[in-house]
Nanobody
Framework: QVQLVESGGGLVQAGGSLRLSCAAS???????MGWYRQAPGKQRELVAT???????NYADDVKGRFTISRDNAKNTLYLRMNSMFSEDSAVYYC?????????WGQGTQVTVSS
């Protein structure tokens, strides 16, 4: 079992920045990791993923604005969000996939005021 705890969400003005963190209870060195988000009334959607080797993938609407990174020594996943706008408002979830199992955090609320 891997427990994931997100932090760093909050209220930010349009054009501003936030950095989310996801702390894992165990080693993430063998886990593919990702960030997803869910806005009210919408399905959960992929934001960004990062492989064990550090290869990244982004949703089209966050490319160039968001950066996903990982620190395996600290068992922590990050999401740096720049140039934010109201459409980025959502609950952001951390995800870890290892050994054919998937784990989710409880989510952190991000609200962008216009």
């Amino acid at each position: 079992q891997v427990q994931l705890v997100e932090s760093g969400g909050g209220l930010v003005q349009a054009g501003g920045s936030l950095r989310l963190s996801c702390a894992a209870s165990g080693s993430i060195v063998y886990s593919a990791m990702g960030w997803y988000r869910q806005a009210p009334g919408k399905q959960r959607e992929l934001v960004a993923t990062i492989t064990t080797g550090g290869r990244t993938n982004y949703a089209d609407d966050v490319k160039g604005r968001f950066t996903i990174s990982r620190d395996n020594a600290k068992n922590t996943l990050y999401l740096r969000m720049n140039s934010m706008f109201s459409e980025d408002s959502a609950v952001y979830y951390c995800n870890a996939s290892v050994a054919y199992k998937t784990f989710w955090g409880q989510g952190t609320q991000v609200t962008v005021s216009s």
